[in-house]
Each structure stands twice: as C-alpha cells, then as structure tokens.
C-alpha cells in the first residue's frame, strides 16, 4: 500500500482518477467476478503501481452480453452523433495527455517524449474515425435485368472483440476502437497484463466523452487464455481484431474458425532497413537510428536487419554504432532519455540469447551487447553487430529489442532477394538515390508498408498492415473503416 502512494506521488498526475483498478464493464469500474487481483509493474524501478482486476471468461460473457445490448442502440445513433462522441474522447485524450503519457511511461518504460508521442498518435484515430463516421458510403449498381436495381449497404458488423499488446498500450486500443466506434459497432477489449492502466485510463474518458454503457469495455486479465477462449468462441462477437505476435495470431486465428468471425490480425515483422551505395548516409543512419530504437527496439515494424551496400558499409558502421552508442538510457520519466527499460525479464533475455548467438557465429560487437547496470535492471543496452551472416538467429527472428545486425551486400537483385527470405511482411525501409532503381525496390519489396528514404511508415492517414505471416488487414486511413463493416447487396425486382 506504502508502496502504491509513493508511485502516485512520483506520477504527479493531475487527474488521480485516471489510475483505474477495476474492469470497466457496461459503464462502470467492477472487481473481477472473483474478486482476484494481479500486479502491474514499472519495468524501470520493478516497484508495483497498482493491484488490477482479474477478470476471466465470466467477467467476459457479462462484457459481451452487455455490448451486446448497448449496440442495439449504438447502431442507431447517425454517423454525425457517433463522430460528435469520438470527437469529445480524442479532445479529451489531447487535454490529459501529460497525465495518459506519465501513466504510459510508468507502466511500459518508454521514454516520457514518446508516450506523450504515442497519446497524440492514438488520439490521431479518434479524431480521425470522429470524421470517417459520417462517410460509411454505399453503392448503386445499375441492374442486370430491367425491372431489377441493386444497391450496397455499408452496415456495423456487430460486437467486436479486441485484444491489444503492451508495447503501444494507448494507440494499439485507439486504432481498433474508433473506426469500430465509428462504424456502429460495440467493442470488449483485453488489453495486455503488463500494461492495463493505460486502457482503464482511457475509459474513464470514454465516459466522460458520453460513449454510452456497454460501448466500450476493458477487461484487464493476467488469464488471457480464458478470456482469449471466450472472446473467440462466442457467437455474439463478431469480429476479432488482433494486435501481437505471429504465434498467438494463428491460434486466434484457428480458435475464430468454429464461428467464422471476421478478423483483422496485426502481426510480427522482420523489417529490412537497405541502404544503397548513392544514399545520403548521414540520412540513413539517422533513419536507422530512429527506426531501430524506438521504444527499444519494441514495435513491430522496428528495423530488424540492416543491409548495407558493400560501397559504403565501413563507413556506414561506423557512424551508425557512434549514433546508437550516444543514446541516452535510464528512467523514461528522466528528460532526455531516448531508451528506456525493456518491458520484462523474459526480453531481455531473449535479446541476449540473439546477440550471443550472433557473436558465436563471427558477428563483431560495435557496442552494447549487455544490460546497464545491475543483473536486475531491464536496460539492455543499444548493440550494432557488424558483418552479420543469414546463418545467425538476428536474420530470421524478430528480434523486438535495441540490437541491429549489420548485413552486407553487393547488388540490388541479392537485396531484394534477401530482405524477401521471411515469411513476414510487414514494414520495410530503404535508402538511395537512383530514381528508377527507388522504384523497382518498392515494387520488389514483399511487405504491406514500405517507406523510402523515411524512416517511419505510421501515420492515422495510411493504411497500416502486413502481408504474408505479417497479417491480414488494415489499421487507420479510409481503409480502416471498411474493416468494422458489413457489405449488404440490396436487390430490389419487380420495377416495371
Ligand atoms: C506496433 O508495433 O504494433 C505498431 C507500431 C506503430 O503503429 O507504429
């Protein structure tokens, strides 16, 4: 309890109730059916903020069923009344930003700049599907017979159940929530056990905003299984949108066939990051820099191999491992800190794992290559490993930490070749000069977003998605709506 006070003090929030512990079901803040708890940590200082509601597939049904009700009336408001609502929540989430952001940075670690970064993001879809409510357009198709006319009906697919990961633990529930919103539907999100707060955070501003009972619900769970079970298996749900690994997206995905829901999956990556001999390299380090090590390497579209033609590549590891090493690491909430803490024990590890096989098999170390600190903390810090080979575990695995292999290669056509050599297809990035060869390689490129001489392909804006293991649909933009809703043909006879 002492423990609890002193984090809140440390926060400084201007508005304590944000920091909610109970489930947020039909409008209100509930204790798990069962009454359990579980900790949630700050990953930099391993003390506990907050004892959070356990909920499991009991909790789940009373959520469903309760979504199930208010979208009965939810469908019915206009796009306009639906877009009004949203508009009041973004407004809302950019006036306590500060308060979402320390919230954020407490429970997850990233640097306090970036989860103020990451509040205006998420608050970007809500603003965003507060204007694409009104937009759900349909269809007038001239008849195939003459006394026939056909139209297309847009129409909200029904409850949706969400479930959301810990490294964007605000943006990744706003960037499914509002167009679902939007469209007409109901949600029942369960966000991560590592990052609860933030999603409880934001539905005290849901009420707030007037988004009636039942609309939204968050189910804070350290059982996922047991929600995960429930959410798939219901009948009522009519949708799953995922956000996280490959591995578990499958078996969403396996466990959503019994009741053939429609699914959106935001999945893993393994981003290539080419670099050509004409680029301009102090651009492109940059660009690494800023790709690689964003919330420590922690997003799923995060650089993850870097291919450096053979030209350049001296130079380019050089000013590359002087760039990650001048980082600085330590508490999020610090100023100035570009690095913060990795989310748990079981990361680090599994980095540390990565780099000691790279090193085993000739990669030689740049920088880093271990934790700051003591055998406890959660800092792993930023390591380039030059002349990475595709035997090492680096090339095929998403590596989701401050670790850049360095890969070198002679021409285009082995490029592409190799940044190809992944079942996933996420993000890619690259860097050069020559017009046409720019355009071949984002052509070539087998990857649903692919930023050229950039470093970063999110926006509210763009459609954000994968193709290949990387997933199936699209998040933001004017697509993002079309996946929360129903086509309906209407076809209308008898028109003499
Ligand atoms: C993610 O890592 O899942 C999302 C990253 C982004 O939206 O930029």
Redesign the pocket.
Same mark, same amino acid.
């Given at each position: 309890m002492i423990r609890q006070t002193y984090i809140v003090i440390q926060m400084n929030l201007k508005r304590t109730d944000l920091l909610q512990k109970g489930a947020y079901i039909n409008g209100q803040f509930v204790q798990a059916d069962s009454a359990k708890t579980f900790p949630v940590y700050n990953p930099f200082s391993g003390e506990m903020i907050a004892e959070v509601a356990d909920c499991n597939g009991d909790d789940a049904k009373v959520a469903i069923d309760s979504a199930a009700v208010a979208f009965k009336i939810w469908r019915k408001f206009t796009g306009t009344k639906r877009g009004k609502i949203l508009r009041r929540w973004y407004e809302l989430q950019i006036e306590h930003a500060k308060d979402l952001a320390t919230i954020l940075t407490i429970e997850q670690g990233k640097p306090l700049a970036e989860s103020v970064g990451e509040i205006r993001?998420g608050a970007s879809f809500v603003e965003w599907f507060a204007e694409e409510a009104r937009r759900a357009y349909g269809d007038v198709i001239p008849g195939h017979q003459r006394d026939k006319r056909i139209m297309v009906i847009k129409q909200p697919v029904g409850v949706v159940a969400a479930i959301t990961?810990w490294?964007?633990p605000s943006?990744?529930i706003t @960037?499914k929530v509002a167009p679902a919103l939007a469209a007409g539907c109901t949600v029942v999100i369960k966000p991560s056990e590592l990052t609860p707060l933030s999603a409880l955070a934001l539905a005290v501003l849901a009420t707030e905003a007037g988004i009636p009972p039942g609309v939204f619900n968050v189910l804070p769970t350290n059982d996922a299984p047991s929600i995960g079970n429930e959410m798939t298996s219901s009948r009522i749900v009519r949708k799953l949108s995922f956000?996280?690994s490959t591995a578990v997206g499958k078996l969403l995905l396996r466990q959503c066939a019994d009741t053939v829901k429609k699914v959106s999956m935001?999945l893993g990556?393994n981003a290539p990051f080419i670099v050509f001999d004409d680029a301009d390299i102090d651009k492109a380090v940059e660009g690494a820099i800023a790709s690689k090590f @964003?919330?420590a390497g922690?997003?799923?579209?995060?650089t993850n191999r870097v291919f450096v033609q053979e030209g350049i590549y001296d130079e380019f590891i050089k000013k590359f491992a002087e760039a990650a090493e001048n980082q600085k690491i330590g508490d999020g909430l610090k100023d100035g800190v570009t690095i913060g803490p990795m989310v748990e024990e079981k990361a680090v590890a599994s980095v540390q794992h990565l780099v000691e096989d790279a090193i085993s098999q000739g990669a030689t170390q740049l920088c880093g290559g271990k934790r700051h600190g003591d055998k406890d903390s959660l800092i792993y810090l930023p390591t380039v490993l030059a002349h990475a080979t595709t035997e090492m575990k680096v090339f095929h695995t998403e590596i989701f930490g401050p670790v850049a292999p360095v890969f070198k290669f002679k021409t285009e056509e082995e490029v592409l070749r190799l940044a190809n050599d992944t079942p996933y297809g996420l993000?890619a990035y690259f860097y050069g000069r020559d017009y046409a060869r720019l355009w071949r390689v984002a052509e070539g490129l087998e990857y649903g977003m692919v930023a050229i001489n950039g470093s &970063?392909? &999110?926006t509210t804006v763009a459609p954000?998605g994968g193709i290949k293991e990387s997933g199936i649909g699209r998040?933001?933009s004017k697509y993002g709506l079309e996946e929360y809703l129903e086509m309906k043909q209407i076809m209308w006879a008898g028109i003499e």
């Open positions: 993001y990961p490294n964007f943006a990744m @960037r956000t996280g935001e990556g @964003r919330n922690q997003t799923c579209v995060c993000a &970063s392909v &999110s954000f998040e933001g």
